[in-house]
């Protein structure tokens, strides 16, 4: 699904729209509008962090997938997170001007994206220990983007670790990676 900020879905220019967990309250109402009781959540990067609310937000997760996801967003001032955001703002800042330039080729919503980086969320360590869901987290071998996939699988007592082949960008489309999410759904 194309969340708010994203694909065809709306993409609100008023920053309050991206806080207080509102993508996953957004999954949330779409599984309740469904009558879906149980469901499984396949998160990669910033679709982790989402999925990583869903697993506290809602028990009728019974297990997810974080890709591509470190444990570096457990930090609420994470500076990745606020250099993305201030990039998107406008800010010069040399590390995301390659995104910035694919952002504005690919017509994409900059303006969004920024409210959606200063918007998101993060689970604490605290709360990641209290989960009971099996989860796997997954991650490229040349993927250190968003801090220690194993950092992250160790602090979530049911979780079990991948590693793939590839970097952010292309271990999320090996064949190992769908291997690995597919084996671990069944």
């Known amino acids: 699904m194309d969340l ?21 309250k957004d999954i949330m109402g779409i599984v309740s509008k469904l009558k879906i009781k149980s469901y499984s959540a396949v998160g990669y990067s910033r679709g ?8 506290v937000l809602d028990k009728r997760v019974n297990r997810a997938v974080l890709g591509g996801m470190g444990a570096d967003f457990t930090n609420p001032d994470w500076p990745r997170r606020i250099m993305f955001y201030e990039g998107l703002m406008g800010k010069p800042v ?30 604490s360590k605290e709360a990641l220990a209290k989960i009971n869901q099996k989860v796997l987290v997954i991650s ?7 801090g220690s996939a194993k950092e992250l699988a160790d602090l979530i ?13 292309g271990a999320v489309r090996t064949k190992e990676f769908a291997q690995a999410v597919v084996t671990f759904l069944m």
Request: net charge negative; no cysteine.
């Open 94 to 123: 040399p590390e995301v001007a390659g995104l910035i330039k694919y952002i504005k080729e690919a017509d994409l919503d900059q303006q969004a994206l920024a409210y959606m980086q200063n918007g998101q969320p993060s689970t």
């Open 140 to 146: 490229g071998t040349e993927d250190a983007d968003n």
């Open 157 to 169: 007592p049911y979780s079990s670790l991948a590693n793939v082949p590839g970097d952010h960008g």
């Open 4 to 24: 708010r900020g994203n694909g065809k879905s709306d993409k609100p220019h008023i920053p309050e729209a991206y806080l207080n967990d509102a993508e996953a």
């Open 48 to 55: 982790s962090i989402i999925v990583a609310r869903l697993l």
